[in-house]
């Protein structure tokens, strides 16, 4: 695989090599000196035709901590508020010696679009693009990370495991996706992800905020999250994001109120008293605070959001390092 477009794409073998490769990441970034050599005289562009922060920063970091050279470009401000395609903004790029794009764009398959069309050089290279999101479709190094979080917390120090539970997938574990599955890439990557991995994955929303099809996803679903908490039992809870933002009409569009969604839907301190004493709790931000997460909840001790950020630096190290400089030796299984 020459490029990281979707989690759905990932086998069982690369997906446990990522998460092999970011834990190795992982334990550089404790040093005193974080920068690695390996991508040295490379060159990242970032290019954001959405408004992002933490994950353009963290795809930034991941990119300087590997020495590559760094190039930020935004939509807002540049030639495409003028009217240039994406096929001319990638070729400039392309004529500027680009050896990785990590794409984020509002239109699900324009990452696709931009791997296999030729505009970067051939088609299917030389220059690797990665998906940092587009449109409601997918978002592969997020569910990369949920997944390095959670085989972390619930697989590598458990039952006598050491150490970031290297070389395991995620057998036997359960996590509840609750939330806006209707407009989130994140959940599309991560019941992908989590499935390739072995996990059992439950998505519980209200039926407004479910996709049409999603009965053909590998996953269960429900409407009721006190029910879910209670009888299944998950060792992570994921909250997703209301994403007002996508919500045509307003929130009244999809739910009566944001109040009744948070009776129902949000994690609050009672719910908390539901979970078992190992299972965490995930985000994968920016929170509504007081609408699908409480700050009580949020700032627990069996939260792991900020480690989750955290994360997605040694998980996007991993990628990049695997796309431009990794082992393309049969023995190798690089992507």
């Known amino acids: 695989m020459k490029h990281l477009l979707s989690a759905a794409e990932l086998s069982l073998d690369e997906a446990i090599l990522l998460l092999d490769t970011a834990a190795q990441m992982s334990a550089t970034q404790s040093r005193e000196i974080k920068k690695l050599p390996t991508l040295r005289g490379r060159t990242v562009v970032n290019l954001f035709f959405e408004d992002s922060t933490r994950t353009r920063i963290s795809f930034e970091t991941a990119a300087k901590r590997l020495s590559a050279d760094v190039i930020n470009f935004s939509a807002?401000?540049?030639s495409v508020s003028k009217g240039e395609s994406l096929k001319d903004t990638a070729l400039t790029l392309h004529a500027m010696g680009a050896d990785a794009v990590v794409v984020r764009h509002w239109a699900s398959g324009a990452p696709h679009q931009l791997a296999h069309s030729g505009w970067l050089g051939g088609v299917d290279g030389p220059v690797a693009v990665?998906?940092?999101g587009d449109g409601t479709h997918q978002h592969p190094t997020q569910a990369l990370l949920d997944a390095?979080?959670?085989r972390r917390h619930l697989v590598g120090r458990a039952g006598g495991a050491t150490g970031d539970g290297v070389g395991r997938d995620l057998r036997g574990i359960k996590v509840a996706i609750v939330g806006d599955v209707l407009h989130s890439r994140v959940a599309r990557s991560n019941v992908a992800l989590l499935r390739t991995l072995?996990?059992?994955?439950?998505?519980?929303?209200p039926p407004t905020l479910l996709p049409v099809g999603v009965e053909t996803w590998p996953c269960a679903t429900s409407y009721d999250l006190d029910e879910t908490l209670t009888q299944w039992q998950p060792d992570a809870v994921m909250m997703l994001r209301v994403q007002r933002e996508r919500m045509s009409g307003g929130a009244g569009a999809f739910f009566p109120s944001p109040l009744e969604y948070s009776r129902r839907y949000g994690l609050d301190r009672r719910r908390q008293a539901m979970l078992a004493g190992h299972t965490i709790v995930m985000h994968p931000g920016p929170m509504n605070r007081g609408l699908e997460i409480s700050a009580e909840a949020a700032d627990s001790a069996r939260s792991v959001i900020v480690e989750q950020v955290a994360n997605g630096v040694a998980v996007r190290m991993a990628a990049l390092y695997l796309l431009l400089a990794g082992d393309t030796s049969a023995e190798g299984t690089a992507l």
């Open 130 to 132: 990665l998906n940092a």
């Open 76 to 78: 807002k401000g540049s």
């Open 198 to 205: 072995g996990a059992e994955v439950t998505l519980v929303a």
């Open 148 to 150: 390095f979080t959670i």
